[in-house]
């Protein structure tokens, strides 16, 4: 059974760079046909997709975000990582990695518990 | 704004059917079966509960039911029991370039 766990710094200053990493357990990172995805919530707020890598390395993100978001795997270490730069106290919110792929685009099947991340100085 | 557009709220006596909408345009929701739905108790990540409009993954309940027509999609829980009181979100496919919207979210209140 494939697991996923975020992990990062809880807290960013203003401006600074967030970055985040979601390990993979249970399951190669590099086999099957399966995306790897971010995506966020605001507390008492809906979902939002950040974006997502193939094992090939290719990606996409969101367009709302796609200047800021840089999202990489490295296969060896069974871990894809998010950045996003600039940070402000909007992009406060709880951060889940996330994978598709058995139940076709957009249908997320497993998802880590997600890990806070606050914007403060 | 999310770009889907949910309810905030809908409750239902234990037994009893509830609907939620998810409206959504010709751009997302109008043009792919790719809608999916995802339950959310308090402090946990989403479940997925549906995809591909109305198909259920293994292990999910088959109180749980999917549709669409037009821009609007439906989830409907029948027999409602305690559990099933979370936030639940849509999401769907919104092509290659956006890739998926989700709905602002909406609150079973099971009474």
């Known amino acids: 059974q494939v697991q996923l766990q975020e992990s990062g710094p809880g807290l960013v200053k203003p401006s600074q760079t967030l970055s985040l990493t979601c390990t993979v357990s249970g399951g190669s990172i590099s086999s099957g046909n399966y995306y790897w995805n971010w995506i966020r919530q605001p507390a008492g707020k809906g979902l939002e997709w950040i974006g997502r890598?193939?094992?090939?390395?290719?990606?996409n993100y969101n367009p709302s975000l796609k200047s800021r978001v840089t999202i990489s795997v490295d296969t060896s270490k069974i871990q894809f990582s998010l950045m996003l730069s600039s940070v402000t106290a909007a992009d406060t919110a709880m951060y889940y990695c996330?994978?598709?792929?058995?139940?076709?685009?957009?249908?997320?099947?497993?998802w880590g518990q997600g890990t806070m991340v606050t914007v403060s100085s | 704004q999310s770009a889907l557009t949910q309810p905030a709220s809908v409750s239902g006596s234990p037994g009893q059917s509830i609907t939620i909408s998810c409206t959504g345009t010709s751009s997302d929701v109008g043009s792919y079966n790719l809608v999916s739905w995802y339950q959310q108790h308090p402090g946990k990540a989403p479940k997925l509960m549906i995809y591909?409009?109305?198909k259920r993954p293994s292990g999910v309940s088959n109180r749980f039911s999917g549709s669409k027509s037009g821009n609007t999609a439906s989830l409907t829980i029948s027999g409602l029991q305690a559990e099933d009181e979370a936030d639940y979100y849509c999401?769907?496919?919104?092509?290659?370039?956006?890739?998926?919207?989700f709905g602002g979210g909406t609150k079973l209140t099971v009474l």
């Open positions: 996330a994978r598709y792929g058995d139940y076709g685009p957009g249908a997320f099947d497993i």
């Open positions: 999401c769907s496919f919104a092509g290659s370039s956006t890739f998926v919207v």
């Open positions: 591909e409009v109305t």
């Open positions: 890598i193939y094992t090939s390395g290719s990606t």
